[in-house]
């Protein structure tokens, strides 16, 4: 293998599970595996076969074997849940269980005890209003669990759309055999060189190679809304699903399609998940 520069270089291949794990580690330790297992981003692209400035050569041969080997960049589908089935989804909660059966049992020990004794004991505050606090916490119950199928709702709504727009609508800019060159989201292989500006929706996982005051929202991937600075030299690592801000950068694409960060998010929802967000881990 040559490295950019015209060097052999003896670093093998990586492999799916290889570039997976890089993509769980921390920041910190992305770096250090980085560093001593490659030599740093440049190593990683010569292991993967690309040139951190021109790209891909865009031979259709590499390209279909790119695909065979890491796979291809196309999410895999999920219908929406409907609310009715969130809510159900909701009620399963532990918390929301013990205080439904909780208030539910008082209430009918309030009605049982209304049969019984009908005449209040001497000297009680009597039945008229004892059934006024168990109806009030499962009003509240029932609210509860509403506002939060509602905001799994439009959660799931606005996630979908965002993979709608990804999937079929964006494109983005990569390097390929030396020349910048628009592609459609699937066309992306593992070894592309992805210029990143803003506005763009990171297509797949990757290692920023360079950077300018580039910000990145994570916000479909961890429900946070703050920014988040990438630098190749503190926070390479790029999420698929991220939402560029501010600046731009260009990055190394190393996992795609199902095996990537958003593609097991969308996994993780069709098996069940009520809240799939993946723990991406920052120190």
């Known amino acids: 293998m040559t490295d950019p520069s015209g060097a052999d270089s003896q670093t093998d291949k990586p492999t799916l599970s290889e570039l997976v794990r890089i993509m769980r580690m921390s920041k910190q330790d992305a770096l250090s595996h980085l560093k001593n297992q490659y030599g740093g981003t440049e190593g990683l692209c010569v292991a993967l076969e690309t040139h951190p400035e021109n790209g891909l050569s865009g031979n259709l041969e590499d390209l279909q074997s790119r695909r065979q080997e890491y796979g291809k960049n196309e999410l895999p589908t999920e219908k929406p849940k409907t609310f009715l089935r969130l809510i159900l989804e909701t009620l399963k909660d532990f918390t929301v269980v013990i205080l439904i059966t909780s208030s539910i049992v008082s209430l009918v020990l309030y009605i049982v005890l209304l049969f019984l004794l009908p005449t209040p004991p001497a000297g009680s505050s ?25 905001s799994e709702y439009t959660k799931q709504i606005r996630f979908i759309t965002l993979l ?35 506005g763009n929706v990171v297509p797949v996982d990757g290692i920023l190679l360079k950077g300018f ?34 600046g731009e950068g260009k990055m190394v694409s190393i996992v795609v399609g199902p095996h990537s960060t958003l593609g097991q998010i969308i996994l993780m929802g069709a098996k069940g998940h009520r809240s799939a967000k993946l723990y991406i881990r920052r120190t």
Request: aromatic content about 6%; glycine content about 6%.
């Open 126 to 150: 009597g039945y008229s209003t004892g059934w006024v606090d168990t109806v009030s916490v499962l009003c509240s119950v029932a609210l509860v669990v509403i506002l939060t199928a509602y």
């Open 164 to 198: 709608s727009q990804s999937e079929n609508e964006r494109s983005i800019f990569v390097r390929r055999n030396a020349a910048k060159e628009s592609l459609r989201c699937q066309d992306l292989v593992v070894g592309d060189i992805v210029e990143l500006g803003v």
């Open 213 to 246: 005051n580039l910000k990145v929202e994570e916000s479909v991937l961890t429900g946070e809304t703050h920014l988040i600075a990438k630098t190749p030299k503190d926070d390479p690592i790029i999420f698929s699903g991220s939402h560029v801000i501010e």
